[in-house]
């Protein structure tokens, strides 16, 4: 097991009151799996990735409790500057916003070469050599010509190409990527996926995808975790949970998105908001906006049950809710 996150909780106190943005959050990555996490925003997403990657601004937020453990080890008793060497060289992370992560006062060349000087004690000709075949690899189209660009001139798709050589260059064992395709318009973002996707493959690394569009993640993940209010309400291999969700929030996310094989069903929403997270509802956090809610769901909160077949879902009703699609 490359990664495993156990009962990870992580609070932020606001004047409103203790917000649980990670309420109890557990999943596992292996070496060469793609796990796309899945929700809306707000849901937590976010949080658990920057508490893995050791990136958590502490305070605001707090760890209140759980494990991080990968490559055998939890993270989360490691001293600073261990964890400062982790990152980057064995775990990194790709942003939805390149031209904040990427440094703008640098030409990408001459920050593709750092990390090679930096952690790999190259010359700075032999680190330009080794950042010019890293945008090859990324399919920067004339890369040669452009490593002397800044990141401001180059449009949103190929800034992500950089920042996602930037994230594989010391060939870490898992990589995180948050909604790293969501700037972008949609035939970029395939591109952008497919590439990501390639490299995943090639270099075998964990993948932890993060986004808010199934659409997205449906052709590269292995297994989909669904977050909601702070905590994974579905877990399952992708095509399953495609097939049948086991969760009606899940449901209500597939069915919001247009598919070949639903033609003529009609579009949905899942109707209300999710909750603040300083206020999250009694019993099932969905209960308000699930279509499926009844009494048992308002006032006990549903276990993360085992559905079998490597799949969990927190519905009091998983079964019916998976019955209920299956052919
Ligand atoms: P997302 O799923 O969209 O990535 P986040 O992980 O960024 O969501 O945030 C989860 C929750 O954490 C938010 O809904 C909010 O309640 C809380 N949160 C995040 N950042 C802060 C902050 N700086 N201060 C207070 N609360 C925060
Ligand atoms: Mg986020």
């Not at 449906?218 to 989909?224: K, L, N």
């Not at 949970?241 to 929030?249: C, I, N, Q, S, T």
Request: charged residues 25%.
């Amino acid at each position: 097991m490359l990664l495993e996150v156990r009962d990870l909780h992580v609070e932020f106190r606001t004047r409103d009151g203790v917000a649980r943005a990670v309420d109890g959050v557990s999943y596992t990555v292996d070496a060469g799996e793609t796990l796309a996490v899945l929700g809306e925003s707000g849901s937590g997403k976010s949080v658990t990735a920057q508490a893995v990657m050791g990136i958590l601004d502490t305070p605001p937020a707090r760890i209140t409790r759980g494990q991080i453990v990968f490559q055998g080890r939890d993270l989360l008793t490691l001293k600073e500057d261990e964890r400062r060497r982790i990152r980057g060289a064995r775990m990194s992370m790709i942003f939805q916003d390149a031209l904040s992560a990427l440094n703008p006062v640098l030409t990408v060349g001459d920050q593709l070469g750092e990390m090679f000087v930096v952690h790999r004690g190259m010359s700075k000709r032999d680190a330009r050599a080794r950042a010019l075949e890293l945008m090859d690899q990324v399919r920067i189209p004339g890369a040669a010509q452009r490593v002397r660009d800044y990141p401001h001139q180059f449009s949103g798709g190929m800034r992500q190409r950089i920042m996602i050589a930037m994230a594989i260059a010391l060939e870490p064992a898992l990589v995180i990527a948050d909604e790293p395709t969501t700037a972008l318009d949609v035939t970029v973002q395939a591109q952008v996926m497919d590439l990501l996707d390639e490299l995943q493959r090639e270099y075998r690394m964990g993948l932890v995808l993060i986004t808010h569009d199934l659409g997205v993640v449906a052709d590269v993940a292995d297994r989909i975790a669904v977050m909601y209010a702070g905590r994974i309400v579905e877990s399952a291999p992708v095509h399953d949970l495609y097939k049948a969700p086991a969760h009606p929030y899940t449901r209500g996310l597939l069915d919001s998105i247009p598919r070949l094989d639903h033609k003529g069903r009609e579009l949905y929403a899942i109707k209300g908001q999710p909750p603040n997270l300083t206020h999250v509802p009694p019993g099932c956090a969905f209960h308000p906006r699930c279509p499926m809610a009844r009494d048992i769901c308002r006032t006990d909160p549903p276990p993360l049950y085992d559905a079998g077949e490597g799949r969990r879902s927190a519905c009091h009703f998983w079964r019916e809710c998976r019955d209920d699609l299956r052919d």
